[in-house]
C-alpha cells in the first residue's frame, strides 16, 4: 500500500529557511506527479510546488517563484522541499501528495485536483 510521510516543518522566523521531505514507500506508480500542498487555518488545501516524474518537470505556484525550490535524489525518493525566505503567509500545514499521471497537464494537478494519496501532513510556522 502506497504510503507518504512528511517530515522537515517546525518554527522559523521570518527570512528563515527550512527543507522538507516526503519518503514514498509501498511504491508501484510507472508514471506519476508528486508534489507539496500547503494548508492554512480555515484554508483549502493549495498546490504550492509539483514535479513530474517521468521528465523532472515542475511547477511553482506564482507566491513561491524564487523561494522555494522541489527536489529529488538519485533514486527519485525523498521529495524536498527547499523553502528560503519564509515569510508568516507561508504557515500551514505543509501535505505531500502524488498522482497516478500517464498524461495531462502539471500545472492542473498541482493547483486543482491534487493527489490521489497523501501524507499525514507537517506544520510550518513562520513567525518571529
Known amino acids: 500500500q502506497l504510503r507518504l510521510v512528511e517530515s522537515g516543518g517546525g518554527l522559523v522566523q521570518p527570512g528563515g529557511s527550512l527543507r522538507l521531505s516526503c519518503e514514498a514507500s509501498?511504491?508501484?506508480?510507472?508514471?506519476?506527479?508528486i508534489g507539496w500542498f500547503r494548508q492554512a487555518p480555515g484554508g483549502r488545501r493549495d498546490g504550492v510546488s509539483c514535479?513530474?516524474?517521468?521528465?523532472?518537470?515542475?511547477y511553482y505556484t506564482d507566491s513561491v517563484k524564487g523561494r522555494f525550490t522541489i527536489s529529488r535524489d538519485n533514486a527519485k525518493n525523498p521529495v524536498y522541499l527547499q523553502m528560503n525566505d519564509l515569510r508568516p503567509e507561508d504557515t500551514a500545514v505543509y501535505y505531500c501528495?502524488?498522482?497516478?499521471?500517464?498524461?495531462?497537464?502539471?500545472?492542473?494537478?498541482?493547483?486543482?485536483?491534487?493527489?490521489?494519496?497523501w501524507g499525514q501532513g507537517t506544520q510550518v510556522t513562520v513567525s518571529s
Open positions: 501528495g502524488i498522482s497516478h499521471m500517464p498524461h495531462g497537464s502539471l500545472q492542473a494537478m498541482c493547483e486543482g485536483t491534487g493527489g490521489d494519496t
Open positions: 514535479m513530474l516524474d517521468r521528465d523532472g518537470t515542475t
Open positions: 509501498g511504491f508501484t506508480l510507472d508514471y506519476y506527479a
